[in-house]
């Protein structure tokens, strides 16, 4: 796993994010914030994707089999300062900061629509 990996999950985590690796979520009343890091198709970064999706009924645990991204009505990605989707695995301190600013701002627009 990256480093940026783990410094955007303990990002999460302050945000009371549970997760792990490339899946993160945070139960928001009736409906689930979703995290989700994923290596580019050309291998040469990730993208980091959100989204908000309903609580499924009679599923015990939020796991990424069951909550997917595509099945989300409201989401988004995360773009550097390109415009582009994909940043690259090794972030120094301010890329790590836009990202993390970026992912607060989308999040945040998310809890809006609650």
Not at 33 to 57: C, K, M, N
Not at 65 to 87: A, E, H, I, M, T
Request: aromatic letters at 12%.
């Amino acid at each position: 796993m990256h480093k940026s990996f783990v410094q955007i999950g303990e990002f999460l985590h302050k945000c009371n994010f549970k997760g792990s690796d490339h899946f993160f979520h945070r139960v928001t009343g009736s409906h689930v914030i979703l995290v989700q890091l994923e290596g580019s198709a050309d291998g040469d970064g990730f993208t980091v994707s959100y989204g908000l999706h309903p609580i499924l009924p009679n599923v015990k645990r939020i796991h990424h089999r069951d909550y997917l991204l595509k099945n989300c009505k409201f989401k988004g990605q995360v773009f550097n300062s390109k415009k582009k989707p994909v940043w690259n695995f090794h972030l120094d301190n301010d890329a790590l900061a836009a990202l993390t600013n970026r992912l607060f701002a989308g999040i945040s627009s998310l809890e809006t629509r609650l």
